[in-house]
T-cell receptor, first 114, second 113 residues
């Protein structure tokens, strides 16, 4: 059983640029959630995708957007990067409709905005 | 709105001592509660979960937690700390339907020899 993978591991971008982060969900999972974890903080929910549709969104501006593909992998896109976007971005996959309520996290992508 | 509060951003124990990490929740509906562990430069690993079944939940690595509705608490315990338990621990609550997780601010556990 393949776990959740994320790429790249680390990324350095300049303020104003755009970035795309990628996530492959665990085998058999149909739902992907994205979280932002600032240094010294708990993860904050960005949004969730289920069957290629956004299925809930946290308190993040529209410049944070996402996609989910037919194979359930996902992308997180951030436009017009700001210094405060520097964080660890975590992807989690789960199987909706099973009442397991478990989310399995990837290792994260560390984004630094300078 | 649902939320969790973790009391104590840092906890230090000696190896072999009891570990107690505190979590209180706020929820207008029966909550689903979780404890996750994060080792340095890694993602989150699920330790245990409460989903309205038994109130005493056993997890991996010898950890357990007890759901106490009257105290709105879900504290994490381990009878005997090991050096490898040193990590950041997060309590989280979920509304259930959407799988969205709301995390606390975390507690860093240090274990001294």
């Amino acid at each position: 059983e393949t776990g959740v993978t994320q790429s790249p591991t680390h990324l350095i971008k300049t303020r104003g640029q755009q970035v795309t982060l990628r996530c492959s969900s665990q085998s058999g999972h149909n739902t992907v959630s994205w979280y932002q974890q600032a240094l010294g903080q708990g993860p904050q929910f960005i949004f969730q995708y289920y069957r290629e549709e956004e299925n809930g969104r946290g308190n993040f501006p529209p410049r944070f957007s996402g996609l989910q593909f037919p194979n359930y992998s996902s992308e997180l896109n951030v436009n017009a990067l700001e210094l405060d976007d520097s964080a660890l971005y975590l992807c989690a996959s789960s199987l909706s409709g099973t009442r397991s309520y478990e989310q399995y996290f990837g290792p994260g992508t560390r984004l630094t905005v300078t | 709105a649902q939320s969790v509060t973790q009391l104590g951003s840092h906890v230090s124990v000696s190896e072999g001592a009891l570990v107690l990490l505190r979590c209180n929740y706020s929820s207008s509906v029966p909550p689903y509660l979780f404890w996750y562990v994060q080792y340095p430069n890694q993602g989150l690993q699920l330790l245990l979960k409460y989903t309205s079944a038994a109130t005493l939940v056993k997890g991996i690595n010898g950890f357990e937690a007890e759901f106490k509705k009257s105290e709105t608490s879900f504290h994490l315990t381990k009878p005997s700390a090991h050096m490898s338990d040193a990590a950041e621990y997060f309590c989280a609550v979920s509304p259930g339907k959407s799988d969205k997780l709301i995390f606390g601010t975390g507690t860093r556990l240090q274990v001294f020899p």
